[in-house]
Nanobody
Framework: HVQLVESGGGSVQVGGSPRLSCAHI???????????ISWFRQAPGKEREGVAG????????YYADSVDGRFTISRDHAENTVYLQMNDLRPDDTGTYYC?????????????????????WGQGTQVTVS
């Protein structure tokens, strides 16, 4: 069982650069047990969408077009944490940001930011841009 705990959200000004953290408890990366951990977000009244993902072994990254070039996902094996560095925030980046884990390895590129790929979810952290 994997527990995911997000932190780092809050109220941010337009153009701000916060960093979200996702601590993964119950999973520690070792060679051969790579998983994919991704960030999703849900704005009020909208469906949840995939934002960015990373494969813990090898570091393959995935980004939604809406954040590519502004957001960077990274992982720290020693800290058992995945980060989402967000730059140049806009009001439409507002939403609840969720961390999710696909424990069955590396997804197909087309599936990497789809909800159905993910087995474990965090509770979310709110980001409000104004």
């Amino acid at each position: 069982h994997v527990q995911l705990v997000e932190s780092g959200g809050g109220s941010v000004q337009v153009g701000g650069s916060p960093r979200l953290s996702c601590a993964h408890i119950g999973y520690t990366y070792t060679s051969g047990n790579s998983v994919c951990i991704s960030w999703f977000r849900q704005a009020p009244g909208k469906e949840r969408e995939g934002v960015a993902g990373i494969v813990t072994g090898g570091g393959t990254q995935y980004y939604a077009d809406s954040v590519d070039g502004r957001f960077t996902i990274s992982r720290d094996h020693a800290e058992n944490t995945v980060y989402l560095q967000m730059n140049d925030l806009r009001p439409d980046d507002t939403g609840t940001y969720y961390c999710a884990a696909d424990v069955y390895g590396t997804p197909f590129f087309s599936d990497a930011l789809k909800e159905y790929e993910y087995n474990y979810w965090g509770q979310g952290t709110q980001v409000t841009v104004s």
